[in-house]
């Protein structure tokens, strides 16, 4: 009984060492490359030129090269000068262990580590589905990988980053995120993308106008409405043009009969009381006409028939002193108009001229 308990147990304590085992080299990877890209694996020793080098993959030898710098295995570009492999293209199937073995001139080996390569897809564009249960709104975010163990999910509202959300789904509340965006991003060890940004479509707020009104779309009755509202608009704008020129045109003729109104009370003024300069211009004609009767000559100057018409002197007497002319009555003052004080001054007029006499 006692020898099949220890089997049990030794059996039991295998199993768990070899699990531990395949779980550490599963998981576990010394360097990450993505697939289609280059990768160098880097060698753990300063290589001298009198050492050996070679490289083995998944203990199959793929490179070996001697002291004298000749390859047996291999090629030269496969290697820098400091020993370190270089990987061109990568694929899936270059994932897996490299082991270098440097050995000096006697033959001895340097014991150097093995590396773990992991080469990993790049990651597609992921998409964000949206569904509506209850008042709520739920997001995933799918992508179409191979590898979804080693992808990582995070989200990102409104292009921020939303912490403590790994995994690729996301509920929020409909009413509270109505008008954010959301998107999430997917990345592994290699590569990363971000799917474009969504907006919930479960919570939609109740419009302000009914949809339609007697079965009409209510868009057309504010449609209709508006341009009824711009022609009235319109029609008071061009009545007020018109009553602003009807306006104008009045203050106009007012100024205009103003104006005649003035002009004809000057011109009954002048008539009833002419400027003193005409009475004197028709006293002169006036002595002009008087010539005698059968004159044919031509016509006195003005102040010649002045002085004939003047009375004669009488002759000067010796030791009498010359007597004075007679002086030119004073004319009496223009009167003056008092039934016009309220009225405002007349415009100044030109003077008229009075009728010529005809010659006899």
Not at 21 to 40: E, L, Q, R
Not at 45 to 58: D, F, G, P, S
Not at 59 to 72: E, S
Not at 314 to 339: E, H, I
């Amino acid at each position: 009984m006692m020898r099949v308990v220890m089997k049990m147990a030794a059996l039991s304590t295998i199993s768990l060492l070899l699990l531990c085992c395949f779980i550490s080299s599963a998981d576990m990877c010394d360097h990450y490359a993505a697939v289609g890209k280059n990768f160098t694996v880097p060698l753990p020793h300063k290589l001298q030129n009198a050492e050996r080098l070679i490289w083995k993959h998944n203990n199959v030898k793929i490179l070996d090269r001697k002291p004298n710098n000749d390859f047996i295995t291999g090629k030269r570009e496969m290697v820098d000068e400091k020993g370190s492999l270089k990987l061109t293209n990568l694929k899936k199937a270059d994932s897996g262990e490299y082991t270098p073995e440097v050995y000096n001139a006697a033959g001895k080996s340097q014991g150097l580590k093995l590396a773990r390569l992991c080469v990993l897809d790049l990651v597609p564009k992921p998409t964000v589905k949206m569904t509506c249960p209850s008042t709520s709104v739920t997001f995933t975010c799918k992508v179409t990988s191979p590898q979804t163990k080693e992808l990582n999910f995070e989200w990102l509202q409104n292009n921020k980053v939303i912490d403590k959300t790994k995994g690729n789904t996301l509920s929020r509340e409909a009413k509270s995120v109505e008008k954010d965006t959301f998107s999430c991003n997917v990345s592994n060890r290699v590569s990363f993308m971000i799917s474009a940004p969504v907006t919930q479509i479960c919570y939609k707020p109740q419009p302000i106008l009914p949809e339609k009104l007697l079965g009409i779309n209510t868009w057309i009755f504010v449609g209709v409405g508006g341009g009824i509202a711009l022609v009235l608009i319109i029609v008071v704008i061009v009545c007020c043009i018109c009553t602003k020129r009807k306006k104008r045109l009045q203050m106009k003729e007012e100024a205009e009969l103003r104006l005649k109104w003035n002009n004809e009370q000057q011109h009954q003024l002048n008539q009833h009381n002419p400027p003193p300069d005409h009475q004197h211009r028709h006293h002169h004609h006036h002595h002009h006409q008087q010539q005698p009767a059968g004159h044919t000559g031509p016509r006195q100057h003005r102040s010649k028939q002045h002085r004939d018409q003047q009375r004669p002197r009488a002759p000067d007497q010796p030791g009498s002193f010359p007597q004075p002319s007679p002086r030119r009555p004073a004319q009496a003052p223009r009167p003056v108009d008092m039934t016009d004080d309220e009225q405002p001054p007349p415009l100044p007029q030109p003077r008229k001229k009075a009728p010529k006499t005809p010659r006899v």
